[in-house]
């Protein structure tokens, strides 16, 4: 089996007490925004650069670097290694709605932090929710 290597980045987006996620119905999955890191951006243009495309937000802002992990899976006879970066995100204007421009195969909605842990399609992306939580709620108990 043939291997192929990349990085993706994405956002963990959070409103108050929800995440943005993503329906994607032609696969019948619940995602986070993320996507390719192209030449010449850094992790962080790319994490912003997904959600915007994929879910029409923009006016986000980075509060924290969630890390990387190694995610690895087969597919159509290849071998994946994703070098997965996320960064946590929040609306700079919570009433913001998405300025259209979403990928059309893509269905942007909030939930609870909760939810949206035991809906995602992939365990990878449970971690990352978790992981924004944990940095979520000490910034807002620092203040």
Wanted: aromatic share 10%; hydrophobic share 35%; glycine share 10%.
């Amino acid at each position: 089996m043939t291997e192929r290597r990349y990085t993706a980045c994405g956002g963990v987006v959070a409103r108050g007490n929800q995440v943005l996620v993503l329906r994607r119905p032609s696969r019948e999955e619940i995602r986070l925004p993320k996507g390719h890191l192209e030449e010449g951006e850094s992790p962080e243009q790319a994490a912003l650069r997904e959600v915007r495309e994929e879910a029409g937000y923009s006016g986000l802002v980075v509060c924290a670097d969630l890390g990387e992990q190694l995610v690895e899976f087969d597919h159509a006879g290849w071998h994946f290694v994703r070098k997965e970066r996320y960064f946590l995100m929040e609306l700079r204007d919570p009433g913001l709605e998405p300025a259209g421009g979403g990928e059309s195969q893509f269905h942007p909605f909030w939930l609870d932090w909760g939810e949206a842990v035991e809906a995602l399609t992939f365990e990878a992306e449970r971690e990352w929710v978790r992981r924004a939580r944990v940095s979520f709620d000490r910034a807002r108990a620092d203040g």
